[in-house]
Structures are given as structure tokens and as C-alpha cells.
Antibody, heavy 115, light 107 residues
Framework: EVQLVESGGDLVQPGGSLRLSCAAS????????MNWVRQAPGKGLEWVAY???????YYADSVKGRFTISRDNAKNSVYLQMTSLRGEDTAVYYC?????????WGQGTLVTVSS | EIVMTQSPATLSVSPGERATLSCRAS??????LAWYQQKPGQAPRLLIY???TRATGIPARFTGTGSGTEFTLTISSLQSEDFAVYYC?????????FGQGTKVEIK
């Protein structure tokens, strides 16, 4: 059974930084593309970032230049380094594996940006 | 950016009835279209990919159709566990984009 477990969500001040982690099990992690998707309170889903097994990376325009996705295949983990955080970044952040479509999702970690 | 538009925003359906949800893309996404179900407090779950292929463990009452710019998710006979929010998502172009969701509620 595939499991994705996010961690690192917290309350952070505007302008601050935070690093999210997602630990994967039950899949051959090194062969999977990984994504971060977020959901603001009471809102819909927004795709944030993608990284494949060959280290190709894409970002949503809303986070480009502020967020960095990375992975450590030895630790079966993907990360999202978030800097210059804004109120509109407040959301539950999900990691999800993908073969195009997002086939496995974690339960999410809450990031709150507020003073 | 490809804009995905779902309709209706809310669908009121009685248990046992059919529900039809629509998703329109602002430009062709071929068959690179997925549907997800999300219940309150839970992560989204993949239902359909490649526009019409059911994900593992998804009941046959869920059917996806369409290609290009027009897509439909049909739930043939709504069960109590099907009342949720449904999202479509294209994965043909970057950035990946979701529709705003359709809430299926009990009538």
C-alpha cells in the first residue's frame, strides 16, 4: 500500500520561510514524479510544484521564485522549501505522486501565514 | 494557462438518482483529464484518469467520458458515500490546472 506522509506545516509570519517534507513508502520512489498541491481554507485545489525522476521541475506562477521543490531518493522523500511567505499561501499542502494524473495523495499539512 | 470550468457549482441529487458533472477546458487537453473526489477533512482521491479509465477500486457506477475540451463524469446511481466535491484536472500542459469543483449534495 502506498503511503505519503507530509510534515512541517506550522504558523509562520509573513515574509518567513518553512520547509515541508513528504515521506513515501510502498512505491519505487525513485521512478515516480512527485507534486505539491495546496488548498486554501474553504477553497479548491491548486497545483504548486512538480519534480520527476530526471529532476525536471515545474512551478505554478504564484510560487515561482519563492518555492523550491527537491527530492532525496535515498530517503524516499520530497520537500518544498517555501520563502517570502504571504497570507495567500495559507493552505493545506498535499504531496501527490503522479504519472500525469495524481494517483496517490498524502493527508496534508497545514501552513498558516499570519502575524 | 488552460482554464478548467466545471458546472454546475452545486448539484442536488436524491440517493439512487443519476448525477452528471461537466468540465470544460479552454483549449484542447486531448484525453489528459482526471477526476478526483474529496470529502470534508480528507485528501482528494483519484477516480478517473485519461478521461475514462477508472482508478483501482473505483466502482463501475463512476463513468468518465469526453476528449478535447468537453468532459463528463456520470455517477449512475448515487450512494450515500458519493456526496462530496468533485474536481477535474488537466495534465496535458503546464501549469497543471484544476476546475473549481462541483459539490454533489443530498436533495
Amino acid at each position: 500500500e502506498v503511503q505519503l506522509v507530509e510534515s512541517g506545516g506550522d504558523l509562520v509570519q509573513p515574509g518567513g520561510s518553512l520547509r515541508l517534507s513528504c515521506a513515501a513508502s510502498g512505491l519505487t520512489f525513485s521512478t515516480y514524479s512527485m507534486n505539491w498541491v495546496r488548498q486554501a481554507p474553504g477553497k479548491g485545489l491548486e497545483w504548486v510544484a512538480y519534480m520527476n525522476s530526471m529532476s525536471s521541475i515545474y512551478y505554478a506562477d504564484s510560487v515561482k521564485g519563492r518555492f523550491t521543490i527537491s527530492r532525496d531518493n535515498a530517503k524516499n522523500s520530497v520537500y518544498l522549501q517555501m520563502t517570502s511567505l504571504r497570507g495567500e499561501d495559507t493552505a493545506v499542502y498535499y504531496c501527490a505522486s503522479s504519472f500525469g494524473h495524481l494517483d496517490n495523495w498524502g493527508q496534508g499539512t497545514l501552513v498558516t501565514v499570519s502575524s | 494557462e488552460i482554464v478548467m470550468t466545471q458546472s454546475p457549482a452545486t448539484l442536488s441529487v436524491s440517493p439512487g438518482e443519476r448525477a452528471t458533472l461537466s468540465c470544460r477546458a479552454s483549449q484542447s487537453v486531448s484525453s489528459d483529464l482526471a477526476w478526483y473526489q474529496q470529502k470534508p477533512g480528507q485528501a482528494p482521491r483519484l477516480l478517473i484518469y485519461r478521461a475514462s479509465t477508472r482508478a483501482t477500486g473505483i466502482p463501475a457506477r463512476f463513468t468518465g467520458t469526453g476528449s478535447g475540451t468537453e468532459f463528463t463524469l456520470t455517477i449512475s446511481s448515487l450512494q450515500s458515500e458519493d456526496f462530496a466535491v468533485y474536481y477535474c484536472q488537466q495534465y496535458n500542459n503546464w501549469p497543471r490546472t484544476f476546475g473549481q469543483g462541483t459539490k454533489v449534495e443530498i436533495k
